[in-house]
């Protein structure tokens, strides 16, 4: 699958109270969540983001609390992916188990530039900077964890098991 | 090659002789943990893989702590849903408000978790648990609708920092201020994926309330886990409080780490976080005149008896500053039952303290002491991320209970031992 868009970026250790605050936790609905996606380090994030922009950070990309609720809401917000050196491990588990795309990828996250246009490919990890006229490679998945993006998510996964 | 601690509980769990850091494995978990606002999501999940009945009722653990009492109306429909579910399942280690706890408090408490587990929870702290030795770690709404569903979970071996513990530490010097000190060191992400093996002839200088605090900050350091040697003392802990079998793992002398660190216990200062991250971390002595509107003492990290007890020392006979709002919630009933027992209720209500049922409600800036746009607290929490009690200019800094009974009888961050 490949997505366009363009790149919001953020620094080190983008945690998932600043994803999304618990305050707002009261709910689990997706678009109510999104409302509130990176409002504290970001206000105007959720007024500028538009369906397949990308998240571009640095390293521990969602530390902190193990909520699904930071996962969701970045999706809910229409991001098509997130690109960063590393992932903090709760988030990155989330992330499969919910179906929202992440890379890792120091080089893409030292070259990008906020606005940069992106076209990101998931099976090949290739990150296009059109902006910039650049490449980058993202580390590839692990096979286990291959095979839960091949099932389509954990639930399907589980499903498949316990049957 | 030798396994560490972890590692040989995993491979254990696994039904494999060996495991190596890096490997995918399935392991059997000895209990699935979630709370009010994770399970709701769990229990979508859970109706979306089309599974019914739950793996194991005595096995699943469901309190429902963040937002309780509930706080507002859709906190009150997420505890619904819960409970109905808790019901409905014949879940039968479900804590309702008044039996309740703060769950990482209330799971040793309640014999649930011993030493040789394999625990997974919806919430980040589960980590806690490595304290009794057991692999115990954070996972997200749908890994727990899995564990619920199929009583398995996938992990990937993690590797290991070794910290050896040695000498004795100060008066004042809790486990809190050791692993402030120890996320100091090696930063937000220096253990990420990887698990923080505790050992050496130090430990016998920690309580368990000590090592309960120590592990369920593992994740502030990144880590997958956080899991300590059983001692005599671990011992002691689980024939007292459980009924379960435990099992004692050791690592292997062999045993490969990524990284060893000897921490010296005596020379560990108290120590305090400063905004925004865990691992801005000062010792007391250079913290410098910090003034502060509220005093929070609690959580699963610092709500355990020991806690209070050391808070009631200092409190005992004083006042809290003048226009300063301190905070002091036990982490489970019992704790509090010990507190109005032990005459320490009645120290916290005449100093002018709040003493609150048990919640993790200000911790994540939920309910229950919410700060304004530019307010400090001093909190024995565990994070201090931006906005994590309340306003997004607030500020909060982490320190242990008695770093913050001494600031709360002078408004400003203080040091235990100028109390003396």
Redesign the interface.
Same mark, same amino acid.
């Given at each position: 699958m490949i997505k366009k868009g363009k790149a919001f970026k953020y620094g080190d250790n983008v945690d998932t109270d600043v994803i999304i605050p618990a305050r707002y936790l009261n709910t689990s609905d997706p678009v109510e969540l999104a409302q509130h996606c990176m409002e504290d380090i970001d206000k105007d994030f959720i007024k500028n983001v538009q369906e397949d922009d990308i998240i571009v950070a640095d390293k521990n990309f969602g530390c902190g609390s193990s909520r699904e609720h930071a996962p969701i809401a970045i999706k809910a917000a229409g991001v098509s992916c997130v690109i960063a050196k590393t992932f903090a491990r709760i988030f990155y588990r989330n992330a499969f188990n919910t179906g929202l795309p992440i890379l890792e990828c120091t080089e893409a996250a030292e070259k990008i530039s906020a606005g940069d246009e992106l076209e990101v490919n998931f099976e090949t990890g290739e990150i296009k900077n059109l902006t910039k006229n650049e490449t980058y490679y993202a580390e590839p998945f692990p096979d286990f964890i291959q095979k839960i993006i091949a099932a389509d998510g954990l639930v399907n996964y589980v499903k498949d098991s316990v049957k | 090659m030798g396994m560490t601690m972890t590692q040989k509980i995993l491979a254990a769990h696994a039904g494999v002789k060996e495991v190596k850091a890096g490997q995918?494995i399935e392991a059997n978990l000895d209990i699935v943990l979630g709370n009010d606002?994770?399970t @709701?999501?769990a229990i /979508?999940?859970m109706e =979306?893989? !089309? *599974?019914e009945e739950v793996f194991d009722k005595e096995k699943v653990v469901i309190v429902p702590d963040?937002?309780t009492p509930n /706080? $507002?109306i =859709?906190?009150a429909e997420?505890c619904k849903l819960v409970r109905e579910f808790a019901l409905s399942k014949d879940i039968k280690n479900y804590f309702e408000v008044g039996q309740m706890g703060i769950e990482h408090a209330l799971l040793p408490e309640k014999g649930l978790v011993v030493a040789g587990d394999v625990i997974i929870?919806?919430?980040?702290h589960?980590c806690t648990y490595g304290a009794l030795g057991a692999f115990s770690t954070?996972? !997200?709404?749908? $890994?727990m609708?899995?564990g619920m569903?199929?009583g398995k979970a996938?992990f =990937?071996v993690p590797g290991a920092i070794k910290f050896e513990l040695i000498g004795k530490p100060s008066k004042w010097v809790s486990g809190k201020d050791v692993i402030l000190h120890i996320i100091g060191m090696i930063s *937000?992400?220096g253990a990420?994926?990887q698990s923080m093996e505790f050992v050496g002839e130090g430990l016998k200088h920690l309580s368990m309330d000590d090592r309960f605090s120590m592990a369920n900050m593992a994740?502030e350091a990144?880590g =997958?886990n956080g899991i300590f040697l059983v001692d005599e003392r671990t011992i002691a802990y689980m024939e007292e409080h459980s009924k379960r079998e435990y099992k004692i793992y050791e690592p292997d002398e062999d045993a490969e780490y990524d990284e060893e660190y000897v921490i010296d216990l005596s020379k560990i200062r108290p120590t305090v976080a400063f905004p925004h991250?865990p691992d801005n971390t000062r010792t007391i002595d250079e913290v410098g005149d910090v003034k502060i509107d509220q005093v929070v003492i609690g959580s699963c990290t610092n709500g355990r008896l020991e806690d209070m007890r050391i808070t009631a020392e200092i409190l005992k006979d004083k006042k809290v500053a003048k226009n300063l709002r301190v905070i002091i919630f036990p982490g489970t009933q019992k704790i509090y039952l010990d507190c109005i027992k032990e005459g320490f209720a009645e120290i916290f209500v005449h100093a002018g303290a709040v003493f609150s049922t048990p919640t993790c409600g200000p911790c994540? !800036?939920?309910h229950m002491g919410?700060l304004a746009a530019g307010e400090r607290a001093v909190a024995t929490t565990n994070?201090n991320?931006?906005?994590?009690m309340?306003h @997004?200019d607030s500020e909060v800094y982490l320190a242990s209970p008695a770093v913050a009974a001494a600031s709360a009888l002078t408004g400003k961050i203080s040091n235990p031992e100028d109390l003396e």
């Open positions: - | 995918f606002v994770t @709701p999501v /979508k999940e =979306k893989m !089309g *599974v963040h937002f /706080k $507002d =859709k906190a997420q929870g919806a919430d980040s589960t954070g996972v !997200g709404s749908t $890994d609708a899995a569903a199929s996938w =990937k *937000v992400d990420l994926y994740i990144g =997958k991250l994540l !800036g939920g919410i994070r991320f931006i906005g994590r309340g @997004p």
